[in-house]
């Protein structure tokens, strides 16, 4: 019984871990269109288009640290 239990702990804490990795690109992918759709938008006017590529750039590193096991709640210096 106890063994099982462990496992089904095991099991619920891991598919939490799935599921914020599944949103955390979700959200990547998301701030990537949006960046590409402002570029298409603006293709001149690069500047203009700073905000959604430090988004996109954020959510990224988001991503990268989540997959990589790394804790999102650590506040990362940007370049």
Do not use: F
């Amino acid at each position: 019984m106890k063994r099982s239990l462990v496992a089904l702990c095991t099991l619920a804490l891991a598919g939490c871990g799935i599921v914020a990795k599944i949103d955390a690109r979700t959200e990547y992918q998301k701030t990537v269109a949006d960046y590409r759709a402002c570029l298409d938008a603006h293709p001149w006017e690069l500047k203009a288009c700073d905000g959604k590529r430090l988004a996109m750039e954020a959510e990224e590193r988001a991503y990268n640290n989540l997959s990589a096991g790394v804790p999102t709640n650590v506040n990362l210096q940007s370049r």
